[in-house]
């Protein structure tokens, strides 16, 4: 086997003619002007930076309608999911307390079951239209004439004889059975309400103060839907979300929906009129089989015209947001109340 061995001479050697061809063959570079600056050789036009929105955060306030109540903690959920440094304060307590924190500032936006009142816009209220359900009459599934009820249903004008000028005090005068003694009951709310509200107009009258007087006030929605299930001779009123169990879509457990008669000839036609499920009452409400009132827009309420986040969040219920109404027992806007709705805030 042949050995090759480098004297320390012979590297040097080689070392040196290397540095040499080096130095003839590569020229010396110029120097660079201090003034120059590079150019964009492939387009010769200067790079500019991607501008980015900035990400969401800060809270949102809500006070407002039981009604809407569900429904705002959804879109609370989902619009968090898209902005995680967004936070959400939501409360219920009514529209009348949803109306009265939006004037004093309290809240960011206020959840209104109703129709906005021209003293309150006179106040620098800001109101949009973001979704549409329904107050429905209560009973106990209890009710000693449940099953004439049920097929019989009750008329418009008797409901202004219930809870208006209380001319109709017993279920027997309701059903045509007079030998039927047992006291009606009615309840309202004490607390300033849309579903009141409404429920007084769809009755022949105008506002809440108008039903009954000697009705039984109770504070809040879930209270009068639990009080009048637990009175067999009560009669009450609750939004659509109220009287139907949110997981099953069936009516509450002890409670009964006496059929609206719309066209009073004293027989109820069918699931045109009697609603045993959510889905076939928010049918109903969508279509427009169902009146009007009781059914009405959910709308929510700014002090003045909505800026900044809640304005973003907003715009988001009136596009992306709709999606979740079906789900969760509301009535999506059409897409021209839609269009009408993102007009109004733009």
Not at 118 to 129: D, G, Q
Not at 293 to 304: C, H, K, Q
Request: net charge negative; hydrophobic share 40%.
């Amino acid at each position: 086997m042949q050995k090759f061995t480098l004297t320390l001479g012979s590297i040097l050697v080689v070392v040196s003619m290397l540095l040499a061809g080096c130095n003839a063959s590569t020229p010396t570079p110029a120097p660079v002007a201090a003034t120059e600056s590079p150019v964009n050789t492939a387009t010769d036009a200067p790079i500019v930076p991607t501008a980015t929105e900035p990400p969401l955060s800060g809270t949102i306030s809500v006070s407002g309608a039981f009604a809407l109540y569900p429904m705002m903690t959804v879109w609370a959920a989902e619009f968090t999911k898209l902005h995680p440094d967004v936070q959400f304060d939501v409360q219920g307590g009514g529209a009348g307390k949803g109306m009265t924190d939006t004037i004093a500032g309290a809240v960011d936006i206020g959840m209104i079951s109703r129709s906005i009142k021209p003293e309150e816009e006179a106040k620098n209220i800001f109101w949009v239209s973001v979704t549409k359900d329904a107050v429905f009459p209560l009973v106990s599934a209890s009710n000693p004439v449940a099953a004439d009820l049920t097929a019989k249903g009750i008329t418009k004008e008797t409901f202004n004889k219930i809870f208006i000028t209380g001319e109709i005090k017993t279920w027997g005068e309701v059903v045509g059975k007079p030998e039927i003694t047992d006291e009606i009951h009615v309840y309202t709310r004490s607390d300033s309400a849309g579903a009141a509200d409404v429920w007084a107009q769809f009755s022949g009258a105008k506002v809440q103060a108008d039903i009954l007087l000697s009705a039984i006030a109770v504070n809040g929605e879930p209270a009068l839907v639990d009080t009048v299930i637990k009175d067999p001779l009560g009669i009450g009123f609750s939004n659509l979300n109220s009287v139907f169990d949110v997981t099953s879509g069936s009516l509450v457990i002890g409670g009964l929906i006496p059929p609206i008669d719309a066209n009073g000839n004293g027989l109820v036609d069918g699931a045109d009129e009697y609603y045993q499920t959510k889905a076939d009452a928010v049918a109903a409400v969508s279509s427009g089989k169902y009146p009007s009132p009781p059914s009405r827009f959910e709308n929510l309420a700014t002090l003045g015209k909505p800026a900044g986040l809640p304005l973003a969040f907003i715009q988001w219920i009136l596009t992306d947001g709709q999606q979740y109404l079906d789900a969760a027992g509301y009535v999506p806007l059409t897409p021209d109340q839609q269009t009408e709705s993102l007009k109004k805030i733009q």
